[in-house]
């Protein structure tokens, strides 16, 4: 790929994200942790509280102008009485060429006991705000670059919108398997950067289920889990296998499936917790087209999670110096 098409390409991805940004939200790899960010039912679920951070860094070896996407979640149960909530904050940042995205949002959920599980209701209401950096346009070629001035369709500075977004969803979750659905963009806002250019965001709906199944060995358990979303346009799932050992090393192997059936990319999993601290690396490669000019994506994730439990009885027990 010679240097014109490669900014040819990623000018007019940008713009294109002018008109409609991403047909889908970030299809993390790591899609497990950072449930969060797909539904607010999952806020609470772990029952303590529980800080997250992941950096995507997607199609490598196309140039500095590939996504970097960053995401930071933290989230954490409350008991009101006897009724049972989770509360939850998620910060998303983007930036793909000349397009950047950004939210912030806060959660809200309610949690009722059923059978030998829990159904979580959420609610997420938080701003979106996007931005296209016209002033940095450039083609290294002057005759591209001349009719990419004289585009009055194309903006030639900063601009930017924000606007309300609102998302919600159910969880449902026990001791050994769990199933959520969600949607995100309920209002499907529309972002007016200027006069001649807008940025539609789709609604989105997403489902995701995992099993936990103990093996013989009782310190080995296999976590098979899907996720897939959807515009009602375009389909993109994820399934996963992973094996744990003793609640402490994970890793796995895991396939996205487009529309029709294919397969798209094909993603291995590593990871580590030790006394509430997590760390997980996936790695994707692509089998599509995709495959000529990238190398894959890289994803790390870090998280820590704080029991909330405060003992019960004999709060303030010491020893008399009597007996000492």
């Known amino acids: 790929m010679d240097r014109k098409r ?35 039912a999952y806020a609470g679920k772990t029952g303590e509280l529980n800080v997250s951070a992941l950096y995507n860094m997607q199609w490598l070896g196309m140039g500095g102008n590939t996504p970097k996407t960053m995401l930071v979640a ?13 509360l939850g904050v998620v910060v998303y940042n983007e930036t793909l060429g000349l397009d950047k995205n950004m939210y912030t949002s806060a959660q809200y959920a309610f949690k009722k ?3 030998k599980g829990t159904l979580s209701i959420g609610l997420q209401a938080g701003l979106l705000s996007a931005a296209f950096d016209g002033a940095s346009i450039y083609i290294p070629d ?8 004289s585009d009055e369709a194309m903006p030639t500075a900063q601009v930017d919108a924000m606007g309300l977004d609102l998302a919600a969803g159910l969880f449902y979750y026990t001791n050994k398997y769990y199933v959520g659905v969600g949607s ?46 959807t515009n009602l346009q375009m389909v993109s799932a994820d399934v996963t296998l992973r094996g744990v050992y003793n609640n402490m090393y994970n890793g796995g192997l895991g396939g996205r ?24 690396y ?27 439990d405060k003992p019960k009885g004999n709060r303030n027990r010491h020893k008399s110096v009597r007996i000492l």
């Open 6 to 40: 490669f900014w040819l390409i990623i000018v007019t991805g940008s713009l294109c994200a002018v008109r409609a940004w991403a047909q889908s939200d970030a299809q993390f790899n790591q899609y497990f942790t950072a449930m969060g960010y797909y539904n607010p």
């Open 74 to 86: 933290a989230d954490m149960p409350w008991k009101y009485g006897k009724s049972l909530h989770g």
């Open 113 to 115: 006991k059923i059978g």
């Open 142 to 149: 002057s005759e591209d670059h001349e009719s990419a001035d």
């Open 184 to 229: 995100t963009h309920l209002l499907e806002p529309k972002l007016d950067l200027d006069e001649n250019t807008e940025r539609i965001i789709p609604r989105m709906y997403n489902l995701t289920a995992g099993y936990n199944i103990q093996m013989n060995n009782p310190l080995l358990e296999l976590q098979p889990s899907v996720f897939a979303q």
């Open 257 to 280: 499936i487009s529309d029709g059936g294919k397969m798209t990319a094909a993603i291995v999993y590593f990871g580590m917790t030790i006394k509430g601290f997590r760390i997980g």
């Open 282 to 308: 996936a790695y994707e490669f692509p089998t599509s087209a995709l495959i000529r000019a990238s190398a894959g994506s890289h994803e790390l994730t870090a998280s820590y999670r704080l029991k909330l």
